[in-house]
Nanobody
Framework: QVQLVESGGGLVQAGGSLRLSCAAS????????MGWYRQAPGKQRELVAS???????NYTDSVEGRFTISRDKTKNSVYLQMNSLTPEDTAVYYC?????????WGQGTQVTVSS
C-alpha cells in the first residue's frame, strides 16, 4: 500500500510563499510521475505541477513562473515551492503519484492566501 503524506500548508498573506512537501512510503522513482493537484471550494480538482521519472516538469499556466516542483530521492519526497501567492491559489493541495494505471493520493493540505 502506497502512502503519500503532505505537509507545509497554512495561512499566508498575498505575495508570500509556502513550500509543500510530500513524503512517499517507497521510492519516488518507482512511479511514472508525481504531481500536485489542488481543489478550491466549488471547483474541480486541477493539476498544478508534475514531474516525470525522467525529470520533465509541467505546470498549469496560472502558476508558471511562480511555482516550482522538485524532488529528493534520498528522502522519497516531492516538493512544491509556491511564491507570489494570490488568493486565487487558495485550495486543498493534494500529492499524487502515478504508476501505469494506478493513481495514489495523499490526504491533502490546506493552503489559504489572504488578501
Amino acid at each position: 500500500q502506497v502512502q503519500l503524506v503532505e505537509s507545509g500548508g497554512g495561512l499566508v498573506q498575498a505575495g508570500g510563499s509556502l513550500r509543500l512537501s510530500c513524503a512517499a512510503s517507497r521510492s519516488i522513482f518507482s512511479f511514472n510521475a508525481m504531481g500536485w493537484y489542488r481543489q478550491a471550494p466549488g471547483k474541480q480538482r486541477e493539476l498544478v505541477a508534475s514531474i516525470t521519472v525522467g525529470g520533465t516538469t509541467n505546470y498549469t499556466d496560472s502558476v508558471e513562473g511562480r511555482f516550482t516542483i522538485s524532488r529528493d530521492k534520498t528522502k522519497n519526497s516531492v516538493y512544491l515551492q509556491m511564491n507570489s501567492l494570490t488568493p486565487e491559489d487558495t485550495a486543498v493541495y493534494y500529492c499524487n503519484a502515478r504508476q501505469y494505471a494506478y493513481a495514489y493520493w495523499g490526504q491533502g493540505t490546506q493552503v489559504t492566501v489572504s488578501s
